[in-house]
């Protein structure tokens, strides 16, 4: 088959024991690779109702036929597993040079399943499986893991490795790889917990096996068809990387701020990309054979945290302990960008959940004498001692770790109405109230709380309705076929989005196409992101996911925007039922959401 390795790699942690299996042709057609692989993979090898924790939890490696290809934004992998956070399904995308390595080794899949009795990492190549031990690792960063794993092995193999927090498992734990001065994470979800449950510190692949192509001619003539509209729809990705999006968003009312009492945030220029870009930025990053470089290295020239050389925080992270916090002290957030890193904690989930500890500080719900440090809105010196507490579990920090739903249920009766979350996961920085779009996105997405399942991209394009549900079912559908298909290919969601189409069109049918030889529609490539999104429902299923379970943010369906160009946006629990009726419809499951036999039939399931 042209554009895979044709493998699937299974490993044992428990007695270093592994296996492999053939990629049939039908699975490749039916689900691409990617997300589409680690979907049909988890629901097989899971079992249901089993604890992430526990070792028959699989986390699971994947990257697609678009992978080490020449299509930009290509160096992309996808990471799956049961969530400690969600306690449902997970995948998280990440790039860098991890993924192209892993695909040179000429697995498809690395699916990984048992706990060791001591430290290890799993070093893949194109022969298999060895597990190595990493006990002098257990304690070190992500980025000092992966030098030291670099210094053994040599500089041609790449690592992805967990820190303290998936250690101590932090349940939004997150991991990172590292390659030149770009640093990649899959942050969501908490799947570096998992391999820490494991006690596997780093997954490291070395491989030198090329990925073939059916029609190289074709594949460039597409190529150059989209440069230009790549080259202009990046624009502002190339300059300021996504905190571009923090002036436009506050101006259309929809940035998060005060644990999302206000979706205005006063001091939104303060920490704006142009603001940062002009007062921190030393050189821009890519991912391997990326022409974007979205990716900042930033440099804090001046005040307390002069010195500080880190990776750019991104937008999602400027709202979580920035805006969400009332926080417009760029350089700590820079701080907390890389603190998140190095210990390997995801970023949305540890500034979300420190917003809600805010409020609840300011109602007496939680005092200073519980936190062990005083801490409130704006304080960012106490938001960066959090962070370090809550990677090691350290007294507060303990309870931090759970994730905001959780800390929340042991706060204050009413705690969970103070949580911006969706089935545990707290929420990015895409308003759930200013964009109609993400409220039956968000209620429905997999993930929970995510904006990869449906995109808030083509709800800021300037005649876009964002207020009325109309038609906002039919969307999310459609978004989230895309997101499913350009997760199992694998690519960039910017440079996919930017350079050839926010929906899946045409030219995605042509990029597989000559990738891999086939004849595939676009109504085909359509089939196959439905085809994900109901195995990943199945799994949710399985896990008592129903339509109880498909709701937004109390917050969100009770308490209208208060101010601003969006003042009087919300989602109503009458009106998200109206979505659901309709959403459900269309995806052929029954009323309470579970995919009905008749649909799996039709989709081959």
Request: charged share 25%.
């Given at each position: ?125 194109e022969a298999g499986a060895e597990l190595k031990p990493a006990r002098g690792l257990w304690g070190q960063t992500t980025r000092d893991t992966v030098h030291a794993i670099q210094a053994v092995e040599g500089g041609d193999v790449d690592a992805m490795a967990i820190g303290p927090g998936g250690e101590n498992l932090v349940r939004f734990a997150a991991m990172g790889t590292y390659w030149k001065n770009r640093e990649a994470f899959a942050g969501r979800g908490g799947l570096a917990a998992v391999l820490g449950s494991k006690r596997v510190k780093a997954v490291v692949v070395a491989g030198s096996r090329k990925t073939e192509l059916a029609d190289a001619a074709a594949l460039k003539a597409l190529l150059e068809e989209q440069r230009e509209p790549l080259k202009t729809g990046t624009k502002a990705l ?368």
């Amino acid at each position: 088959m042209r554009g895979y390795g044709g493998r699937i790699l299974f490993v044992d942690v428990t007695d270093g024991r592994s296996h492999v299996e053939a990629v049939s042709p039908e699975l490749a057609r039916s689900l691409l690779g990617g997300n589409g692989f680690a979907a049909r993979l988890l629901l097989d090898h899971v079992p249901a109702g089993v604890d992430a924790y526990d070792p028959a939890n699989a986390v699971i490696f994947a990257v697609g036929p678009i992978t080490d290809t020449t299509v930009p934004g290509n160096s992309r992998a996808c990471v799956a597993g049961k969530s400690p956070l969600t306690g449902l399904f997970f995948d998280s995308t990440f790039g860098g040079r991890w993924p192209a390595t892993m695909k040179r080794t000429g697995f498809d899949a690395i699916v990984i399943t048992g706990r060791a009795a001591e430290p290890v990492y799993v070093k893949v190549t194109e022969a298999g499986a060895e597990l190595k031990p990493a006990r002098g690792l257990w304690g070190q960063t992500t980025r000092d893991t992966v030098h030291a794993i670099q210094a053994v092995e040599g500089g041609d193999v790449d690592a992805m490795a967990i820190g303290p927090g998936g250690e101590n498992l932090v349940r939004f734990a997150a991991m990172g790889t590292y390659w030149k001065n770009r640093e990649a994470f899959a942050g969501r979800g908490g799947l570096a917990a998992v391999l820490g449950s494991k006690r596997v510190k780093a997954v490291v692949v070395a491989g030198s096996r090329k990925t073939e192509l059916a029609d190289a001619a074709a594949l460039k003539a597409l190529l150059e068809e989209q440069r230009e509209p790549l080259k202009t729809g990046t624009k502002a990705l190339s300059t300021y990387g996504t905190p571009f999006l923090v002036k436009p968003i506050n101006t259309l009312g929809a940035l998060g701020s005060y644990n999302l009492r206000q979706e205005v945030f006063a001091d939104a220029m303060a920490i704006s990309g142009e603001e940062m870009h002009a007062h921190f930025h030393a050189k821009d990053t890519t991912c391997l054979k990326c022409p974007v470089a979205c990716g900042k290295q930033y440099e804090i020239r001046e005040g307390e945290l002069a010195g500080l050389k880190a990776k750019m925080p991104e937008y999602e992270t400027i709202f979580a302990f920035g805006s969400m916090l009332g926080n417009s002290h760029a350089a700590s957030l820079a701080r907390a960008n890389d603190l998140c890193d190095l210990l390997g904690l995801d970023t949305i989930s540890m500034g979300v959940t420190l917003a809600f500890v805010c409020e609840a500080v300011e109602r007496g719900w939680l005092t200073e004498n519980d936190l062990g440090l005083p801490f409130g809105w704006g304080d960012w010196r106490g938001m960066l001692r959090l962070i370090e507490m809550t990677a090691a579990r350290e007294g507060f920090g303990d309870r931090l770790a759970e994730g905001g739903w959780r800390l929340a249920e042991s706060v204050h009766a009413e705690g969970t109405r103070l949580v911006y979350a969706v089935k545990r996961l707290e929420l990015p920085a895409h308003s759930a109230r200013a964009l109609k779009g993400m409220s039956i996105g968000y209620a429905t997405a997999t993930r929970g709380g995510s904006h990869h399942d449906t995109r808030p991209t083509p709800q800021y394009a300037q005649n876009y309705d964002r207020r009325s549900p109309e038609g906002k079912p039919e969307f999310a559908v459609r978004s989230q076929h895309f997101t499913a298909v350009d997760d199992s290919l694998v690519l960039c969601r910017f440079t996919s989005e930017r350079g050839f189409g926010l929906y899946i069109e045409e030219p995605y049918a042509r990029m597989v196409n000559a990738v891999t030889g086939w004849d595939m529609t676009v109504e085909e490539l359509e089939r196959v992101g439905e085809r994900i999104i109901n195995l990943e429902r199945l799994f949710n299923v399985r896990e008592n996911v129903r339509r109880k379970d498909d709701a937004l943010p109390w917050r969100v369906m009770h308490e209208p925007i208060p101010e601003g160009p969006s003042a009087g946006a919300y989602c109503p629990p009458e009106e998200l039922g109206l979505m659901l009726d309709r959403y459900y419809t269309l995806r052929g499951w029954d009323g309470d959401g579970v995919p009905t036999p008749a649909r799996l039939g039709a989709l081959g399931l």
